[in-house]
């Protein structure tokens, strides 16, 4: 690993912290011109029952899809904790590496607490992990070699850069959520620059076999973060009628959105490591809707 670049990294994070409690406005009040989520990114937004919906109905659902995706986020960085505690057992005090990863557990952490609090914010009532999404959440943080846990981290991370890119890009987004994003957006982009920094070797001495069971870790990886997103819970939240068979439909929905707007940086990255071939494009087309 170049320790150089780690060592710069570590700079950063030591002299430019961002920190929740002043880098993001709490006290903003919601503007009447503005909303919590982007009018793409809600799931049902397209959909012909979306022109049936009230405006109140809408606001519902963008408000419970974002409290959604913030919880979903706080609970897998918790589990990244769990894994990166681990990792460093296995290096010296005085490395680079380690005293990276203690920078990132430490944001990381004020992550959990920032979308937490955010939550709290928008009077949101998250949806808990289902049974599987616990089961492989401990399975994966306790068990997995380090190699996929960062192929796990990596992909999760720019799925969240890319959804914040859609929030800070929209002009009507509430601005204590935008700023959320962007703080998140800033500090993700540095793991993002050390997991690539650790992976650099193994992909770069990886065969055909290793780089197809990377390009499907992160596959499934990806499929199972997005599926914690929308849930019937929410359309019954909202008031909406039929809510069962409305969530079937949305569900099969967002998942064309979410390939569109957050899946392009984790596409490219899966590209770059020659990831892509006749065993891992369809997987990919079938879990994530690609057309590789």
Same mark, same amino acid.
């Given at each position: 690993?170049?320790?150089?670049?780690?060592?710069?990294? #570590?700079?950063? @994070?030591?002299?430019?912290?961002?920190?929740?409690?002043?880098?993001?406005?709490? @006290?903003?009040?919601?503007?009447?011109?503005?909303?919590?989520?982007?009018?793409?990114?809600?799931?049902?937004e397209g959909m012909p029952e979306y022109e049936?919906?009230?405006?109140?109905? #809408?606001?519902?659902?963008? $408000?419970?899809?974002?409290?959604?995706?913030?919880?979903?986020?706080?609970?897998?960085?918790? =589990? =990244?904790?769990?894994?990166?505690? $681990?990792?460093?057992?296995?290096?010296?005090?005085?490395?680079?590496?380690?005293?990276?990863? =203690?920078?990132?557990?430490? &944001?990381?952490?004020?992550?959990? &607490?920032?979308?937490?609090?955010?939550?709290?914010?928008?009077?949101?009532?998250?949806?808990?992990?289902?049974?599987?999404? +616990?089961?492989?959440?401990?399975?994966?943080?306790?068990?997995?070699?380090?190699?996929?846990?960062?192929?796990?981290?990596? @992909?999760?991370?720019?799925?969240?850069?890319?959804?914040?890119?859609?929030?800070? +890009?929209?002009?009507?987004?509430?601005?204590?959520?935008?700023?959320? +994003?962007?703080?998140?957006?800033?500090?993700?982009g540095r793991h993002i620059a050390f997991t690539?920094?650790?992976?650099? *070797?193994?992909?770069?001495?990886?065969?055909?076999?290793?780089?197809?069971?990377?390009?499907?870790?992160?596959?499934?990886?990806?499929?199972?973060?997005?599926?914690?997103?929308?849930?019937?819970?929410?359309? &019954?939240?909202?008031?909406?009628?039929?809510? *069962? $068979?409305?969530?079937?439909? +949305?569900?099969?929905?967002?998942?064309?959105?979410?390939?569109?707007?957050?899946? @392009?940086?984790?596409?490219?990255?899966?590209?770059?490591?020659?990831?892509?071939?006749?065993?891992? $494009?369809?997987?990919?087309?079938?879990?994530?809707?690609?057309?590789?």
């Amino acid at each position: 690993m170049d320790t150089v670049a780690v060592e710069r990294l #570590i700079g950063i @994070s030591i002299d430019k912290p961002l920190m929740p409690e002043t880098y993001v406005p709490w @006290s903003n009040t919601l503007e009447a011109h503005e909303h919590v989520l982007p009018d793409h990114l809600v799931s049902l937004e397209g959909m012909p029952e979306y022109e049936t919906l009230t405006k109140t109905q #809408i606001d519902e659902i963008r $408000r419970h899809e974002v409290v959604q995706f913030m919880y979903s986020y706080a609970w897998g960085e918790g =589990l =990244l904790n769990a894994f990166l505690t $681990r990792q460093i057992y296995n290096l010296l005090p005085e490395s680079p590496q380690y005293r990276f990863i =203690l920078r990132e557990v430490i &944001e990381e952490s004020r992550h959990q &607490e920032m979308f937490l609090r955010g939550i709290a914010l928008l009077n949101g009532s998250p949806i808990p992990p289902t049974k599987m999404h +616990a089961f492989w959440g401990k399975i994966s943080s306790r068990y997995f070699p380090a190699t996929w846990m960062f192929l796990v981290a990596i @992909s999760s991370e720019y799925v969240a850069d890319a959804y914040g890119r859609e929030v800070q +890009a929209d002009k009507n987004m509430y601005s204590t959520l935008r700023k959320m +994003a962007e703080l998140h957006q800033i500090e993700e982009g540095r793991h993002i620059a050390f997991t690539k920094l650790y992976l650099e *070797k193994h992909i770069l001495n990886a065969g055909f076999i290793r780089r197809s069971v990377y390009a499907i870790i992160i596959a499934l990886n990806v499929h199972f973060v997005r599926t914690m997103y929308v849930k019937q819970a929410i359309f &019954e939240r909202a008031g909406v009628s039929d809510s *069962k $068979r409305l969530f079937k439909k +949305a569900k099969k929905h967002y998942r064309n959105k979410f390939t569109q707007y957050c899946l @392009s940086t984790t596409i490219q990255f899966t590209k770059e490591m020659n990831g892509f071939n006749w065993i891992t $494009r369809p997987i990919w087309n079938r879990l994530l809707n690609t057309k590789l």
